[in-house]
């Protein structure tokens, strides 16, 4: 049995690790969802008032959004520095409407209803939060797994990838506020959990398979190679040896990202046969990071060895 029709295919029992945050899962990108539904509204504006002038934004405008919804009555700003409604929680989208109405305005929402809760900033595996409110964003996996596209992902903060191919939820998860926060109604933007491709099904997807499924997706401006890569670290932190083909299979990548990926990922599942078939890679191998990566990979493998 196989699970996927990937140009390598995937057997069923490996393909289970790695997980995507929510607001990415569907076929659709939000910003196209949340423009259509913006322009309807922006369609009824003009009903009432012909001749007015309107634009809508999502994340499409050097504007604040989340600080004009909370001015707008629509929450307050949690510690994990989400706005946050005490009806939907935090798992929403944020758009606006921009009008040359003079519309009367609603009150901004003063009070906080985080309380002494500190569970988004205790559940971080990166410690993003400096404090509460404030995130650096660059120690962020949100940040890793999706901005930054063309380098490799510091050494120290790979572990703390865990299983997040792309993007995190983990500070939104753990939130009571989302506790009871209604399930979302638009069909594009949700997937099954059985139709979202693993992370050993992004190791061995080629180009074709990439855009065929995630063109119209947030992962696709993320691009293939550096969601390979992502994928190769989030089956290095599995430490589940069954991975290993499918790692050492990826060696050999002739994208650099996804080679030190690998090699990094073989490191932390791999045996003595993966030791040799790393020292066999080093004959060939010019690129001084790649050759560091080896070294670091041969080096976790031997501490693993009997008398290591
Ligand atoms: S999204 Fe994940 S990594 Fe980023 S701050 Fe929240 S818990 Fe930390
Ligand atoms: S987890 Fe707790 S502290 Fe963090 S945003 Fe939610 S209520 Fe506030």
Redesign the pocket.
């Known amino acids: 049995m196989t699970a996927t029709c990937y140009s390598q295919t995937v057997p069923d029992n490996l393909s289970q690790v790695g997980r995507i945050a929510k607001y990415a899962q569907g076929e659709s990108d939000y910003h196209d969802v949340v423009r259509k539904m913006l322009k309807k509204l922006a369609d009824y504006l003009h009903e009432l008032s012909p001749g007015c002038v309107t634009r809508a934004v999502v994340d499409t405008a050097p504007l604040l959004e989340r600080d004009y919804a909370r001015l707008s009555g629509l929450g307050w700003f ?3 520095t ?1 706005l ?1 409604n005490k009806r939907k929680g935090s798992n929403f989208f944020i758009g606006a409407v921009l009008c040359d109405l003079d519309l009367p305005a609603d009150l901004p929402f003063e009070s906080s209803h ?1 309380g002494t ?5 205790d559940v971080c595996p990166t410690d993003a939060f400096v404090k509460e409110h404030v995130l650096d964003a660059r120690r962020c996996i949100s940040y890793f797994t999706i901005e930054q596209r063309d380098e490799p992902i510091p050494l120290e903060f790979r572990p703390g990838i865990q299983d997040w191919i792309f993007g995190c939820d983990l500070c939104q998860e ?4 989302n506790r009871h926060a209604p399930a979302c109604r638009q069909p594009q933007l949700v997937a099954a959990s059985d139709q979202l491709p693993s992370a050993a099904d992004f190791l061995v997807m080629n180009d074709e398979e990439f855009r065929e499924r995630f063109k119209n997706s947030p992962l696709w401006r993320t691009g293939r190679i550096a969601m390979a890569r992502n994928a190769a670290i989030v089956l290095g932190n599995s430490g589940n040896f069954r991975y290993l083909d499918i790692l050492e299979n990826s060696l050999q990548n002739e994208s650099q990202l996804i080679r030190g990926a690998a090699i990094w990922a073989v490191g932390q599942v791999g045996n003595q046969s993966s030791w040799e078939k790393l020292q066999d890679l080093t004959e060939s191998e010019t690129d001084q990071e790649i050759l560091d990566e080896i070294r670091l990979a041969q080096e976790e493998i031997t501490k693993r060895l009997p008398g290591g």
């Open positions: 949690g510690k994990n989400m946050i985080c809760c500190t569970r988004c900033l753990v939130c009571p506020w």
